[in-house]
């Protein structure tokens, strides 16, 4: 392995550690015993969840490779997933509102793990079928398990800062650490061990088990709106009057969807962005170098929350614009530096700066959950909570399914450039959501200053 990769691993672990050694009293939240346990119970559940979906990622479309797959068919397998989380994710999310959250956490795991049987079959139809299975539990990964924790941390009277901790410290764990030893210990299985691009599925549905075995043995359930007369069709149509109704709720949703339609799409271009001549590149350990970013932003994004300025609604902004002109980077090395016209070999000097690029992108990521996880929490009203998450995820996977259904039909310049631009408006539009935020303050401080011309505005 070339020492560029080893260099760009250690730079990161060096910054990552310097920030999270280096906080002070100012960048810590003190908090009780009762919150810490129930937040280091959520925190190991969503770890082992994570790391179900962690071992997967590098070797999805490395495994339909080796069956072979070309491109524009694992694009399809890819937007059977995108497809299935967009028909059955709202469902899904309301049937969590009103069955349960807890129930809806477990079905996660069981669907998931069958998506990982069905990686074993090189059959087309089977591997399509898992990727659906794939999609409903990608659509409760990212609704039901938030849903829960919010509804329990409020449930149980912990104050609402104390929210941003679990969520900070999640995205540490879940989206960084533990998708960092997941990328190592699949390499370690797949390359070190030779035990074929399926050991990691396997891997996963064990973690998968021993999760769902702590959620059915510690977590008790809770709803959003179980009212026995409210049909599915009421819940949707409750939850799409909400984000119609609510500037700040349709902003939100919005902003989410051009974020993370740019970030799975970019999950599915960075190995060819990388190889584009089927250089030899270490899926495993740049997977790891990619977490290992994001969870430089995590770490970023604790002592961001853990102030009361700047505020998430404005610090956002720039996140959105570092994250648009990092994605611009294959676009420029694309003018500046020529191509290489020699199959195989190692990574090229554009491949190492785009890299760079990417774990710029990277940090931006580990910035953007704990962040867009605290606004979601005040801004969606509880009842609908699952529900209206998953309308979120409606238009990104639309935006993905297209991308992939057209992924031969463009070069790969043009669809990081469509990417950096939707980030870009992602910024446009949470500077609108900060602006609208800031009226109710405004118009109460105004209230204040007619009854008090001495009154100072309220800081955050």
């Not at 960084?176 to 549905?205: E, K, Q, R």
């Not at 999760?211 to 007369?229: C, K, Q």
């Not at 969870?295 to 996140?319: D, N, T």
């Not at 409606?394 to 039909?409: D, E, K, S």
């Amino acid at each position: 392995m070339e020492l560029f990769y080893f260099v760009v691993f250690g730079a990161l672990g060096a910054v990552v550690a310097a920030l999270e050694l280096s906080k002070t009293s100012k960048d810590r939240i003190n908090t009780s015993p009762a919150f810490n346990s129930f937040k280091n119970n959520y925190l190991l559940v969503y770890s082992l969840m994570m790391a179900g979906d962690w071992l997967q990622g590098p070797y999805v479309y490395y495994l339909y490779s080796t069956y072979g797959f070309g491109k524009g068919e694992i694009g399809q397998l890819f937007i059977a997933g995108f497809g299935s989380s967009m028909l059955f994710g709202t469902i899904v999310g309301s049937l969590a509102d009103k069955q349960g959250r807890r129930r809806a956490c477990v079905t996660y795991c069981i669907t998931y793990i069958l998506s990982c049987i069905t990686k074993h079959s090189p059959e087309y139809k089977v591997l399509m079928i898992g990727r659906v299975l794939g999609g409903i539990a990608t659509s409760l990964l990212f609704s039901a398990f938030e849903s829960w924790l919010v509804a329990e941390h409020n449930k149980r009277g912990f104050e609402q800062q104390w929210l941003s901790l679990t969520f900070s410290k999640a995205i540490f764990l879940g989206n960084g650490l533990i998708a960092i030893l997941s990328g190592l210990f699949g390499n370690l299985l797949v390359d070190s061990l030779s035990l074929g691009p399926v050991a990691p599925f396997d891997a996963a549905a064990c973690f998968l088990a021993i999760g769902m075995a702590i959620i059915l043995s510690s977590w008790t359930e809770n709803y959003g709106d179980a009212s026995e007369n409210k049909d599915l069709l009421t819940q949707f149509r409750g939850a799409a009057v909400a984000i119609a109704s609510d500037e700040k709720i349709a902003l939100l949703g919005a902003i989410q969807s051009l974020f993370e339609g740019s970030m799975y799409t970019f999950v599915f271009l960075w190995t060819p962005a990388l190889s584009p001549n089927d250089e030899e590149i270490p899926h495993g350990f740049i997977f790891a170098t990619f977490m290992l970013a994001s969870m430089l932003g995590s770490s970023l994004a604790s002592r961001l929350m853990a102030r009361s300025s700047p505020r998430v609604e404005s610090y956002m902004q720039i996140v959105f614009v570092i994250s648009s002109v990092s994605l611009m980077l294959p676009i420029i090395t694309n003018f500046l530096v020529a191509p290489s016209k020699v199959k195989g070999g190692s990574i090229s000097f554009a491949g190492c700066l785009q890299l760079l690029g990417f774990c710029m992108f990277e940090a931006c990521v580990g910035i953007f959950w704990p962040s867009i996880m605290k606004m979601r929490s005040q801004y969606i009203p509880e009842e609908a909570r699952s529900t209206i998450m998953n309308f979120f995820r409606i238009p990104l996977n639309i935006f993905v399914c297209i991308v992939l259904y057209n992924v031969n039909a463009f070069p790969i310049t043009v669809m990081f450039g469509m990417c950096s631009i939707f980030l870009f408006v992602a910024s446009i539009l949470q500077r609108r959501l900060m602006a609208i935020s800031d009226k109710p303050k405004m118009e109460s401080w105004t209230a204040m200053k007619e009854r008090d011309p001495e009154a100072e505005p309220l800081n955050d």
